[in-house]
């Protein structure tokens, strides 16, 4: 499989195989998806020393990483995080498909005025990250939610906001031939399908672990609805009377719902003297939503409800107030256009501005330099003293280096010009963007007023009619009411699946069957996350929402409802769309479609309308010529096995440079899918996508770079007509090619003049390579020194808190920078300190004595320091290392590993998210005391578990003793590994030990 690295502007970096053992490769990786929305990834890749910047670049913050999933659709994610390790040569990313717009972001408190759809709120969450809606399967259910976080991530919110709703979200991209990105969230009701599949022991699954408890039990309740009476009450069951057929569940007019035959299992008086009580029910009062209030809406025997009134008065003031919020957005998108169009109009007299500079003011003052110039040199010819010649020979370079200057500003208006233009194209293109708001807002306007015309339909509706509405809400509650004492009067029943092989059809959210023929337990399950590796080519699914079914030998029975029908789904086939063309309940021979259904026959359907239909086999692609291989795919129901094909090019049609291989310079990547294990050579198979931005405008020049090594020696020259020098430039031009050095009083060479025969030029004083013993007072510029010795000598020199000064010398040579510093007091030595290519030391020193020394050598950290253990005693020297490994060991110390309520029986392990081997000395745990079902706060206690022991007797029992507020011993008995600690039954058994549990595992 390949991993494709891009910019943030789409522009291939690398393509990185997981299959490969040369060049950069993906040498480990983890996809981990949850229905709720959330998807990240982790890679690490895997470089040689030749590849180092390679790898940088690939694996930068903000990039994005482009790879296709099974179900052959292309994800991108923006790595969130990036951990370069050069002793190992990887660097291990994190990419996130909500990317740093939705994560780096975070969102105040907030509390809406009002019921709103769920769209409002994920709007109102991301309105300016580039997020919008896509799809929105819940488009009728409205909440009003509040939110009292006030430093909650963007990403976090929404993810709250579907919980609430009861949604899951999915995060996507597309990306144009434009390279224009598209960040979509679909609001889905569930991720996933209903499946045929069967997770069976010993094959898929491990095991079955079943957890039994009465937590929630009861075996009457007193039922409220959502909908209030007349009165203002909420409506109950009072003054109903009922009973099931059989007698077993029967209504009181009191209002409550009793089971007479859970009662005899769970009165609160069972005895051996009562072994069949009729009472003293575990009894709940719960309030119920019926659905009954929205729904009364298209029911006219519902009307003149006085609640439904109020409630569509609120939604019309409702509707108001999102008018009046989205006319203020409307203004402000209106206040955003006349600031860029106010912007664009001072860019067009920037523009103007720079303009009548570049072509009036800068000639204009060029040409009037020359002409002081050709005026001085007038002057010039004239001679003169020496101090006006030379007061003259200035002017003019001064007026010539003015008059150059004006080229430059002049060029200089070309880039302001250039940036201005820039800038109005980003503000019109800004502006764009504010009107199609402004369209959609005038949209969202019309929506709203069109639903307040029909909140006031409905209200004069709803007033002509009378109250109706109390008799089905009390029969809907019962029927609520009863359907819940039902699923709660017996113990519950939880189970945890560990799941040793995931079909490859399998999907995130899928509900599928687990059977354990042995134990008899047959469940239906849904995968609520999968964590993914390409490269180990592994699967963990993290399943939940059990439910227990029923086997048979035809067809699959679900559990049986609240009126005792046992439902069953059925499977066909077939080879349309519509299940009519080769319809079969039996085989799947040439079957392309897939259809399923459930009713309460346990005969299959035989009407292929009765089926929900899905395409589970592709069409038979092109044959394709000998090539590199596939990437499989799962097999079909035909036992032919799909494969994916990738191919690269330079060119829209996939035909310039076309290859099946990944190279450096590809722009276009190309894809197809057929049964041929192969890669099609023919460029036409494959669908082609550019995945390279075009190549952006011309930066500016760069700096000059050092300067090369001498040429070869070029044509002889010119031979010199004459050689000069002296204070002041001569008045008479001499001969052409002659030289003339202008000196100071000292004799210093200052310029350098050639003659051209009618004027003097001074000319560029270079050479290619000096030879000489002393430098005195000079600065260089852009000099390259090869194997030298510098030496630097200072004197009077403060360091940063001291009383005192120092002097000393740095010398850098052969690659090692030294440093001696010496007190100017008394000349004592003060300081040493070294950078060599291998190490990085200093030492202190006082009277002479070393008193201190640091070296970093190696991955390693060296301390050394003169101690005495008194004021009279002799010092000692005392010295060691630490490395990388000890030192995170320390930064640990001190950090919570776990946090829970636990009473360490032994059907509970923990596990802390750091292991003992990881920790400088150990694990401490932390015990408080538990009374009446909750920790109380009191009685904290901690226990080391110490790092060596648990290394040397892993899995072997250590009892940990302590005592309780009462002087009472209390033993807890562990088995910790290095990674896990696992408890004794005797833990939660006895009297002491049992009032205490574990809270907390700290580091120390």
């Given at each position: ?692 931005g075009p190549t952006g405008a011309t930066g500016p020049q760069g700096a000059t770079g050092p300067k090369g090594d001498t040429g070869p020696q070029g044509p002889k020259g010119n031979d010199i007509t004459s050689y000069d020098s002296g204070l002041t430039l001569p008045s008479v031009v001499a001969p052409a090619n002659s030289q003339f050095w202008l000196v100071d009083t000292n004799n210093i060479a200052i310029k350098f003049y050639k003659s051209t025969g009618s004027a003097w030029v001074e000319q560029q004083i270079s050479a290619s390579a000096i030879n000489a013993a002393t430098f005195n007072g000079l600065s260089f510029n852009g000099v390259t020194f090869n194997g030298s010795t510098f030496n630097s000598t200072f004197e009077k020199v ?207």
């Amino acid at each position: 499989m390949d991993f494709t690295f891009t910019d943030r502007m789409r522009r291939l970096i690398a393509t990185v195989p997981t299959d490969t053992t040369g060049g950069l490769i993906i040498s480990e990786d983890k996809e981990v998806a949850t229905v709720e929305g959330s998807r990240t990834l982790t890679l690490t890749l895997k470089y040689g020393p030749g590849l180092v910047n390679d790898a940088a670049h690939a694996t930068e913050i903000g990039n994005l990483v482009m790879y296709v999933d099974e179900d052959k659709k292309p994800v991108i994610m923006e790595i969130v995080q990036s951990v370069r390790d050069p002793l190992n040569y990887t660097s291990t990313i994190v990419a996130d498909t909500a990317g740093a717009d939705l994560i780096d972001e975070t969102v105040d408190t907030y509390e809406a005025d009002d019921t709103y759809p769920i769209d409002y709120y994920v709007d109102k969450f991301t309105w300016d990250s580039g997020w919008e809606i896509r799809d929105n399967q819940i488009p009728e259910k409205e909440m009003q939610l509040k939110f009292d976080n006030d430093d909650e991530t963007a990403l976090a919110r929404v993810l709250s906001v579907a919980s609430q709703f009861g949604a899951e979200l999915d995060f996507a991209f597309t990306v144009d031939t434009d390279h224009t990105v598209h960040k979509y969230i679909d609001i889905l009701s569930a991720h996933g399908a209903q499946t045929n599949i069967e997770l069976v022991r010993d094959i898929n699954v491990n095991n079955v672990t079943t957890t039994t408890d009465i937590y929630d039990l009861f075996t009457s309740v007193k039922a409220k609805s959502d909908v209030n009476d007349a009165d203002g009450n909420p409506i109950t069951l009072k003054g109903m009377t009922w009973q099931s057929d059989d007698g077993r569940y029967v209504l009181g007019s009191d209002g409550i719902l009793r089971d007479t035959v859970a009662v005899q299992k769970w009165s609160r008086i069972l005895s051996e003297d009562n072994p069949d009580p009729s009472t003293h029910h575990l009894q709940r009062v719960k309030k119920y939503t019926t659905g009954l209030d929205t729904a009364s809406d298209d029911n006219p025997k519902y009307k003149q409800y006085p609640d439904k009134v109020e409630a569509k008065n609120k939604d019309i003031a409702s509707q108001k107030k999102k008018i009046t919020a989205t006319d203020a957005y409307i203004k402000s998108q209106n206040g955003y256009i006349a600031k860029k169009q106010n912007y664009i109009a001072e860019c067009n007299t920037r523009i103007a501005a720079y303009e009548k500079k570049q072509k009036s003011t800068y000639p204009a003052k060029k040409a009037a330099y020359l002409a002081k110039v050709k005026s001085l040199q007038a002057e010039l010819a004239k001679g003169g003293t020496a101090s006006h010649v030379k007061s003259l020979a200035n002017q003019i370079a001064t007026q010539q280096r003015l008059a150059a200057n004006q080229d430059k500003y002049a060029a200089k208006q070309s880039k302001y010009i250039a940036k201005q233009q820039a800038y109005i194209k980003a503000a019109n293109a800004a502006i764009k963007g504010y009107k199609k708001k402004i369209a959609d807002y005038n949209a969202k306007i019309k929506g709203y007023n069109a639903t307040i015309d029909k909140d006031k339909k409905a209200i004069a509706d709803l007033n002509a009619g009378k109250v109706a509405l109390y008799n089905d809400v009390q029969s809907k509650t019962l029927d609520l009411a009863l359907a819940d004492l039902k699923a709660h009067n017996e113990p519950a029943v939880n189970y945890e699946t560990d799941i040793a092989l995931l079909p490859d059809a399998v999907r995130l959210g899928d509900t599928v069957h687990i059977v354990d023929d042995e134990e008899g337990t047959y469940l239906s399950s849904r995968v609520l996350q999968i964590e993914t590796s390409r490269v180990a080519g592994t699967r963990v699914a993290t399943m939940g929402n059990y439910l227990v079914e029923q086997r048979q030998a035809d067809n699959s029975a679900g559990p049986a409802g609240a009126d005792g029908r046992t439902p069953y789904s059925h499977t066909a086939w077939s080879q349309s769309a519509d299940g009519k063309t080769g319809f079969s309940t039996t085989s799947a021979d040439g079957a392309t479609y897939l259809g399923t259904c459930s009713d309460f026959t346990a005969d299959d359907p035989t009407d292929p309308s009765k089926y929900t239909w899905a395409k589970f086999v592709g069409p038979q692609g092109p044959a394709g010529k000998d090539g590199a291989i596939g990437v499989a795919g799962k097999a079909g129901a035909d036992g032919k096995t799909p494969y994916i094909h990738y191919a690269y090019a330079t060119s829209a049609d996939g035909k310039t440079d076309f290859s099946v291989n990944s190279f450096a310079t590809a722009t276009y990547i190309g894809v197809y899918t057929d049964y041929t294990e192969a890669d099609s050579t023919n460029y036409t198979n494959y669908t082609w996508n550019k995945f390279v931005g075009p190549t952006g405008a011309t930066g500016p020049q760069g700096a000059t770079g050092p300067k090369g090594d001498t040429g070869p020696q070029g044509p002889k020259g010119n031979d010199i007509t004459s050689y000069d020098s002296g204070l002041t430039l001569p008045s008479v031009v001499a001969p052409a090619n002659s030289q003339f050095w202008l000196v100071d009083t000292n004799n210093i060479a200052i310029k350098f003049y050639k003659s051209t025969g009618s004027a003097w030029v001074e000319q560029q004083i270079s050479a290619s390579a000096i030879n000489a013993a002393t430098f005195n007072g000079l600065s260089f510029n852009g000099v390259t020194f090869n194997g030298s010795t510098f030496n630097s000598t200072f004197e009077k020199v403060r360091p940063d808190g001291a009383a005192f000064t120092v002097h000393g010398t740095s010398t850098l040579e052969n690659g090692a920078l030294a440093t001696t510093t010496y007190r100017d007091s008394d000349n004592s030595l003060y300081t040493t300190t070294q950078v060599t290519p291998v190490d990085i030391g200093s030492a202190s020193y006082y009277g002479g004595t070393k008193v201190d020394e640091v070296l970093l050598k190696e991955g390693q950290l060296y301390l050394g320091g003169l101690y005495k253990d008194s004021a009279s005693s002799d010092p000692y020297w005392e010295a060691g290392t630490i490395a990388a490994d000890q030192l995170l060991m320390m930064q640990r110390c001190g950090s919570v590993l776990w946090t829970g309520v636990n009473s360490m029986n032994s059907k509970q392990t923990i596990t802390p998210n750091v292991s003992i081997n990881k920790c400088l000395t150990g694990w401490l745990l932390t015990w408080q005391e538990y009374r009446n079902g909750a920790v109380t706060g009191t009685g904290i206690v901690n226990t080391p578990l110490y790092k060596n022991d648990v290394i040397a007797h892993s899995g072997a029992g250590f009892p940990l003793g302590f005592v309780n507020y009462d002087q009472n011993a209390v033993v807890k008995y562990v088995y910790p590994t290095t990674t896990q600690i696992k408890g004794n039954d005797r833990n939660g058994s006895l009297d002491y030990s049992k009032g205490f549990v574990l809270t907390k595992v700290t580091a120390f």
